[in-house]
């Protein structure tokens, strides 16, 4: 079970962490809005009152991991840049982690890309709310890091000089773009993408 999941706001007896885990996979392979909320309860082996427990609707369990997704996005970030000594070095490690990923999670940032248009209107429930404000928070703090970095870059003379906020969306939008069509099974293994969205994108920064 995913350690993300287990930490997020579950006690050691909580089902918290396994309906998180059992609605990416739904979510992920038959879509959000294909999925009933009682498939979820029946893959977590407890009836569908019971998810209400812990999340107060479909969309509020939706939310969250989206919120989940993009806090680790922002960790991966963090964890590829720490300790580098130039920008460059940290753009190409941040761009491969940015697919260390197992198959789990590449549901989830499937899950994330595929239903990124609900951050864009606000909820009713308090609940579903605060959930989607935290999630538009980390989109835009990993909007800012990326654009720090790029703008670090231009300034240490590595990269041409450029709008770096303009140019972090364009890169982020190239990473993302992926999970729209990758699947763990197809043609193409995870380190190909990376190596050819890494390859893209550094070009993309450097000419």
Known sequence: ???????????PRS?????LQAAVEQFGEDGYEATKWSVVADRVGIGQTALYHYFESKAHCLLTI????????HDRF???TAGTTSAGQSLHDSLEH????????????RVLVANVSILGNRRKSKKEETERLAARRLVSQIERDWTALLQRGMDEGEFPVRD????????????????????????????DVRSFVTGCAERMVLH
């Not at 079970?1 to 006690?11: H, P, R, V």
């Not at 089902?15 to 309906?19: P, S």
């Not at 989206?66 to 996005?73: A, K, N, P, W």
């Not at 303009?166 to 995870?190: D, E, H, I, K």
Request: hydrophobic fraction near 50%; proline fraction near 3%.
């Open 15 to 19: 089902k918290r962490a396994a309906i």
């Open 164 to 191: 770096a906020h303009f140019l972090a969306q364009m890169v982020l939008g190239l990473v993302v773009s992926v999970w729209r069509w990758y699947r763990p099974n197809g043609p193409l293994t995870l380190d």
């Open 66 to 73: 989206m919120r989940i997704e993009l806090q680790q996005s």
């Open 98 to 109: 940015s697919y260390d990923l197992t198959e789990l999670e590449v549901l989830q940032v």
């Open 78 to 80: 963090v964890e590829a």
């Open 1 to 11: 079970m995913s350690t993300a999941y287990a930490t997020d706001e579950a006690g």
